[in-house]
T-cell receptor, first 112, second 115 residues
Framework: DADVTQTPRNRITKTGKRIMLECSQT?????MYWYRQDPGLGLRLIYY???????NKGEISDGYSVSRQAQAKFSLSLESAIPNQTALYFC???????????FGQGTRLTVV | AQKVTQAQTEISVVEKEDVTLDCVYE???????LFWYKQPPSGELVFLIR????DEQNEISGRYSWNFQKSTSSFNFTITASQVVDSAVYFC????????????WGAGTKLIIKP
C-alpha cells in the first residue's frame, strides 16, 4: 500500500456541487499539505497542517476548506465547485520543515 | 519573498545526449533547502534530491548529477546519457524557514527524450 493515499483518483463533478477529496497517510508525519497543479504553473499550496489543531491557509485557499480529522487524515473540500477548480490535486506529508515531502498519487478533478 | 524560476519550459533531446535543467532560486534566508522532483507521464511526484544551503558539494547519483552554486543562486540538474524513460516533467523547489518551510515550486521543465 502507498504511504500517502488519495481518494478518489479521478472525479467529474458539476458546477455548484460540494466535493471532498480525502487523504490518508501511514508515514506517521505531523505535517500534511494540499497542493493544486495546473499546467505551466507548478504546484501551489492550498492549505497545510502541522498537527491536528493547527491548520493554515496557503497561497490559494479561496474556495477551499480542509479538515484534519486525525494525524493520518487530511481532507480537502470544495464548497461549491467551479470550472476553474479543474486541476490535479496532491496531498503530501513531511516529517518536519525542510525535509522531503511524500506525495499521494494525485486526484484529477474536472468541474463541468 | 521567495521564488523559484525554471526558465526552460520544454527541452527535447535525442536519447544518449546529456541534458541540463536549470533552476534559479531567490531567498534572503540563510538557511534553506532545495529539492528536485520528477513527474513521469503517470502523474506521481518522485523525490530525487534534497540539498541544504550549507552544503554546496555537488552530488552524483548514477546518470544524475546536481550542481549547487550559491554565488549564482542556482541548483542545476544534469542527466548524462539520457534515456527515453527520463522523459518527464522535472520540478525544482525551495523550502525556507520564514515561510514555515513550505515548498515553493518552479513551474517545471518538460523533458522529452526521443529514441
Amino acid at each position: 500500500d502507498a504511504d500517502v493515499t488519495q481518494t478518489p483518483r479521478n472525479r467529474i463533478t458539476k458546477t455548484g456541487k460540494r466535493i471532498m477529496l480525502e487523504c490518508s497517510q501511514t508515514k506517521g508525519h505531523d505535517r500534511m499539505y494540499w497542493y493544486r497543479q495546473d499546467p505551466g504553473l507548478g504546484l501551489r499550496l492550498i492549505y497545510y497542517s502541522f498537527d491536528v489543531k493547527d491548520i493554515n491557509k496557503g497561497e490559494i485557499s479561496d474556495g477551499y476548506s480542509v479538515s484534519r480529522q486525525a494525524q493520518a487524515k487530511f481532507s480537502l473540500s470544495l464548497e461549491s465547485a467551479i470550472p476553474n477548480q479543474t486541476a490535479l490535486y496532491f496531498c503530501a506529508t513531511s516529517e518536519q520543515g525542510g525535509t522531503e515531502a511524500f506525495f499521494g498519487q494525485g486526484t484529477r478533478l474536472t468541474v463541468v | 519573498a521567495q521564488k523559484v524560476t525554471q526558465a526552460q519550459t520544454e527541452i527535447s533531446v535525442v536519447e544518449k545526449e546529456d541534458v541540463t535543467l536549470d533552476c534559479v532560486y531567490e531567498t534572503r534566508d540563510t538557511t534553506y533547502y532545495l529539492f528536485w522532483y520528477k513527474q513521469p507521464p503517470s502523474g506521481e511526484l518522485v523525490f530525487l534530491i534534497r540539498r541544504n544551503s550549507f552544503d554546496e558539494q555537488n552530488e552524483i547519483s548514477g546518470r544524475y548529477s546536481w550542481n549547487f552554486q550559491k554565488s549564482t543562486s542556482s541548483f542545476n540538474f544534469t542527466i548524462t546519457a539520457s534515456q527515453v524513460v527520463d522523459s518527464a516533467v522535472y520540478f525544482c523547489a525551495l523550502s525556507v524557514g520564514d515561510s514555515n518551510y513550505q515548498l515553493i515550486w518552479g513551474a517545471g521543465t518538460k523533458l522529452i527524450i526521443k529514441p
